[in-house]
């Protein structure tokens, strides 16, 4: 498969959970093999304690909601991999929980149907992001941008409703429902009813920072620290969000911290009452470069540990109204953003 150098591969799938996993399963399988080569290499740890890790993780999605376990399965058979692996990727959050790495800055404009995010990992995940539109059984849609073999990252849906997240690192136990098997419920959800039903079974377990946004305005953002989950209140012009906690006083490398921080300081500047709030300033916000180490938008630079070079893998700017996602490929802002509809459907895979 072609790897475009502005543009990720996008595939359409429907049918039952199992049918659409098997059809991103056969899509994808040399690039879910690739990505699995690099888990394994950052998860650091033997074969039989990540393949028990995610046999644990097996259990908890199935008894979450069978259909995610159905079409995890489906994309191991798809690809022709250990379905367990797959399950470990699905719970790669969980298993790096530990891990102190800035990856992402956060966008909500209070009252508007307009978020997004920067999702900053390491430069060799570039090449590998896909995005999956997908249509179940019942009609309902989603449009996803994600890693090969995981059920869903940041994404909107047709009811008009988006999922947007930032990593917090914790020592914490993440014995829970999968950070990104959650996102990919909460892109499920057709109301605000079904998001809170959604939250409340997931209950705890993990460690990030959920933005569920709707076209209404309305947001929910939560901090999950192991076994805590905390709300926050949305901002009065946006709610913004980076790689640490804002409601204790849990314990962030320095590092990190500098970082993450940096980044917040910018971004609450940039959405300072008195700023506009449409999608053009969203996504001038999420290409802001004026901090030379700690940019907004980062390039990639080498960083200490297994991720080799870091920065800003794409950007998405969501227009929930419109049930329209933007997306940027890399971290040059010369680079264009690139309109996908939920409500769209193709037959073949697309560059």
Not at 290 to 296: G, K, L, R, T, V
């Amino acid at each position: 498969m072609p790897v475009s150098k502005t543009r990720f591969p996008l595939i359409d799938v429907w049918g039952r959970p199992e049918e659409r996993g098997r059809q991103i399963g056969a899509a994808f399988g040399e690039r879910i093999d690739r990505t699995l080569s690099l888990y394994r290499a950052y998860f650091a740890r033997p074969d039989e304690e990540l393949l028990s890790a995610a046999a644990h993780f097996r259990g908890v999605i199935g008894a979450f909601d069978p259909h995610y376990a159905a079409e995890i399965e489906g994309i191991a058979e798809g690809a022709e991999v250990d379905p367990l692996w797959v399950y470990a990727l699905n719970a790669r959050s969980e298993l790096l929980a530990a891990l102190s790495a800035s990856e992402c800055t956060v966008v909500q404009y209070t009252g508007t149907p307009f978020a997004g995010q920067n999702w900053d990992w390491s430069e060799k995940l570039e090449e590998l992001v896909v995005l999956i539109r997908s249509e179940d059984e019942r009609g309902r849609r989603f449009l996803t941008m994600t890693e090969p073999g995981i059920l869903a990252k940041v994404g909107l849906n047709d009811a008009g409703f988006c999922v947007c997240l930032n990593f917090l690192p914790t020592p914490k136990p993440t014995n829970g429902l999968p950070s990104h098997v959650l996102l990919r419920a909460l892109l499920d959800a057709g109301s605000w009813a079904e998001v809170e039903e959604t939250l409340e079974r997931a209950g705890t377990g993990r460690s990030l920072n959920l933005l569920v946004a709707g076209a209404d305005g309305r947001g929910i953002n939560i901090e999950y620290e192991g076994d805590a989950a905390r709300r926050m209140e949305a901002g009065g012009t946006a709610t913004t969000h980076t790689n640490h906690y804002l409601t204790c006083d849990a314990p962030v490398d320095a590092e990190l911290l500098e970082n993450s921080t940096a980044r917040l300081d910018r971004i609450r500047a940039l959405t300072a009452p008195g700023s506009p709030t449409d999608l053009a300033r969203l996504k001038s916000v999420l290409s802001d470069q004026e901090h030379s180490e700690h940019a907004i938008l980062a390039p990639y630079r080498d960083s200490e540990g297994f991720l080799g070079r870091k920065g800003t893998v794409c950007t998405i700017a969501m227009d929930l109204a419109e049930r329209r996602m933007h997306i940027r490929r890399g971290n040059d802002p010369a680079n264009p953003f690139h309109q996908i509809q939920v409500v769209e459907k193709e037959t073949a895979l697309s560059m």
